[in-house]
């Protein structure tokens, strides 16, 4: 079953690679203990994002949406190596090798995609 871009989902697995918006709990203690206890879980939703936005060319992804608010967090492409990196050394540093490897692969693919556009700019 294929995931609509704007999907949201609460802490259930979904599927390998599709696009989700995070739901967080809305107040502060909520929110923190669920980023806690579903570290590994959020980076590899926030790394399919970056990757369907690679994919598809988009300009901005939408991240996170809090329960019963209207706010999200959104990502815009120029920032993705950056979160990227970020999502690498937190992963390091924690020994979550699984998250790391799908980080690097991803981060290929940013590398990949603006070798492209590069080579398309300069023809």
């Known amino acids: 079953m294929k995931k609509n871009p704007r999907s949201k989902s609460g802490s259930k697995a979904k599927s390998k690679n599709s696009y989700e918006v995070i739901e967080l709990p809305s107040s502060n203690d909520e929110m923190e203990k669920y980023l806690e206890m579903h570290r590994h879980e959020i980076n590899s939703r926030i790394l399919n994002n970056i990757e369907y936005g690679i994919k598809n060319r988009m300009p901005v992804v939408e991240i996170f949406s809090f329960k019963n608010s209207n706010f999200v967090v959104l990502m815009n492409q120029k920032d993705f190596r950056e979160n990227i990196q970020n999502i690498i050394e937190f992963s390091k540093?924690?020994?979550?090798?699984?998250?790391?490897?799908?980080?690097k692969q991803v981060m290929q693919k940013l590398d990949m995609m603006s070798v492209f556009f590069e080579y398309k700019k300069t023809k």
């Open 93 to 103: 540093k924690h020994d979550d090798f699984e998250i790391c490897r799908q980080a």
